[in-house]
């Protein structure tokens, strides 16, 4: 399974918040972010792993990346973007599109043994296009609520919250190549927004499954920072 990172933030706020090093680099566990992460994708079996960086930061963190012991083969994308679906889209140059793969971002921060789960389900599924993962833990400053069906099916992506909705988006997605052709679509209609991504693979008739993670902290701030040290 190949994975895609999504590293290319400038990591503002952070920095004003006294983060001296890009947010790829800034220490996790002992180690910088994007090593972790890049650590728990080779347990879950990744046969590649691509990353967009900013430009930048992209020489400090792609100097980092070249210097990793992986498994899977790391493919490194030097770019400044207008945000994730542009990063996105930059990072679907660099995947096979006759593989299933998974999109995330570098600061979702998450337990592993629940990643290598999501994986593992998601691959021995074949009834479900996708994956997406999703918790009860609202940290987010402006959070993607996840509408499901009884029996997991994502139905709808909300930008507010309703009474009856109490997911939101973790941030990892899960996905068959199928995807990136609706990806291509949305492009070329000027969809600029990852959350409206999503909204089109259900528009197209694909079947997407919420994936229920104990907790995944989005690391804006050092008290993020903070919570995801504890959570790990």
């Known amino acids: 399974m190949d994975f895609a990172i999504i590293a290319a933030g400038n990591g503002e706020r952070l920095s004003r918040e006294g983060a001296s090093l890009p947010k790829p680099l800034v220490n996790l566990g002992g180690k910088p972010m994007i090593g972790r992460l890049i650590e728990v994708l080779n347990q879950s079996g990744a046969t590649s792993i691509c990353v967009i960086v900013n430009e930048n930061?992209?020489?400090?963190?792609?100097?980092?990346?070249?210097?990793?012991?992986?498994?899977?083969?790391?493919?490194?994308?030097?770019?400044?973007?207008?945000?994730?679906?542009?990063?996105?889209?930059?990072?679907?140059?660099?995947?096979?599109?006759?593989?299933?793969?998974?999109?995330?971002?570098?600061?979702?921060?998450f337990r592993p043994e629940?990643?290598?789960?999501?994986i593992s389900e998601f691959m021995s599924d074949d009834k479900a296009d996708g994956y997406m993962a999703v918790t009860d833990y609202v940290a987010d400053e402006k959070p993607l609520y996840v509408?499901?069906?009884?029996?997991?099916?994502i139905t709808g992506f909300l930008d507010s919250p309703v009474p009856q909705v109490k997911?939101?988006?973790?941030?990892?997605?899960?996905?068959?190549?199928?995807?990136?052709?609706?990806?291509?679509?949305?492009?070329?209609?000027?969809?600029?927004?990852l959350?409206?991504?999503?909204?089109?693979?259900?528009?197209?008739?694909l079947h997407l499954k919420a994936r229920l993670f104990s907790k995944i902290v989005d690391v804006d701030h050092i008290a993020d920072l903070e919570e995801a040290q504890k959570m790990i």
Not at 60 to 85: E, F
Not at 195 to 205: E, K, M, S, T, W
């Open 57 to 109: 930061s992209g020489t400090a963190v792609a100097d980092y990346l070249n210097t990793l012991r992986s498994k899977a083969p790391i493919k490194i994308t030097v770019k400044s973007t207008a945000g994730s679906m542009e990063s996105f889209s930059e990072l679907s140059k660099s995947l096979d599109r006759n593989r299933d793969f998974c999109l995330l971002t570098v600061d979702t921060v």
């Open 114 to 118: 629940e990643f290598s789960q999501f």
């Open 147 to 153: 509408m499901t069906s009884d029996d997991g099916e």
């Open 167 to 193: 997911f939101v988006s973790g941030g990892i997605y899960a996905l068959r190549p199928s995807a990136l052709d609706i990806l291509d679509d949305c492009r070329s209609q000027g969809v600029t927004r």
């Open 195 to 205: 959350r409206d991504f999503q909204r089109a693979l259900i528009a197209a008739g």
